[in-house]
T-cell receptor, first 116, second 115 residues
Framework: DGGITQSPKYLFRKEGQNVTLSCEQN?????MYWYRQDPGQGLRLIYY???????QKGDIAEGYSVSREKKESFPLTVTSAQKNPTAFYLC???????????????FGPGTRLLVL | AQKVTQAQTEISVVEKEDVTLDCVYE???????LFWYKQPPSGELVFLIR??????QNEISGRYSWNFQKSTSSFNFTITASQVVDSAVYFC????????????FGKGITLSVRP
């Protein structure tokens, strides 16, 4: 089945520790995105990537880093510089065909990050 | 700047009632897309509908219908004969296709459907 997978489902971080969230898609989508969701809030964009080896900061990139070495994968690292990392993290992907870009973003199941 | 407002935060209805979820948006772009997503308790966002700014035709899909009105910058979502499985958080979102399809989300509406 085609889709987006995220792992782990739950992740615990100790103070001062970097942690990496995995996102993989087999939809052959060019673009991938990371969002953060806090309780009672909408989703906020952390980083996005439209092609391999290229990515851009979103609205709340501070304390996060990403890489895009393969089309299928877009891991997110939450660094120790992120002082309030407890949140639900959602990865999404979309095709990027034509202009204006009009492809729908599809989401993975999410990873819940908790600080110990 | 783009903005999406979902003024209703929580709605509770009894099964089989009709319910409308409101969405008001702000944008200076003439070309844009509007979306509705459903987030069940499992957490994954499920895509429901996409509408472009040049298509104001209302759409119906089973028990779901959407009313897009550019004059009032609204894109409202109605569930007819609600069911317990409709209980979820519903997000309205706006994208600017000329800006890397970045999605701007509203804060979501928590819908509870009681048996």
């Amino acid at each position: 089945d085609g889709g987006i997978t995220q792992s782990p489902k739950y992740l615990f971080r100790k103070e001062g520790q970097n942690v990496t969230l995995s996102c993989e898609q087999n939809l052959n989508h060019d673009a991938m995105y990371w969002y953060r969701q806090d309780p009672g809030q909408g989703l906020r964009l952390i980083y996005y990537s439209q092609i391999v080896n290229d990515f851009q900061k979103g609205d709340i990139a501070e304390g996060y880093s990403v890489s895009r070495e393969k089309k299928e994968s877009f891991p997110l690292t939450v660094t120790s510089a992120q002082k309030n990392p407890t949140a639900f993290y959602l990865c999404a992907s979309s095709a990027t065909q034509g202009a204006p870009l009009q492809e729908t973003q599809y989401f993975g199941p999410g990873t819940r990050l908790l600080v110990l | 700047a783009q903005k999406v407002t979902q003024a209703q935060t929580e709605i509770s209805v009894v099964e089989k009632e009709d319910v409308t979820l409101d969405c008001v948006y702000e944008t200076r772009d003439t070309t844009y897309y509007l979306f509705w997503y459903k987030q069940p308790p499992s957490g994954e966002l499920v895509f429901l509908i996409r509408r472009n700014s040049f298509d104001e035709q209302n759409e119906i899909s089973g028990r779901y219908s959407w009313n897009f009105q550019k004059s009032t910058s609204s894109f409202n979502f109605t569930i007819t004969a609600s069911q317990v499985v409709d209980s979820a958080v519903y997000f309205c979102a706006l994208s600017n296709p000329w800006a890397n399809s970045k999605l701007t989300f509203g804060k979501g509406i928590t819908l509870s459907v009681r048996p």
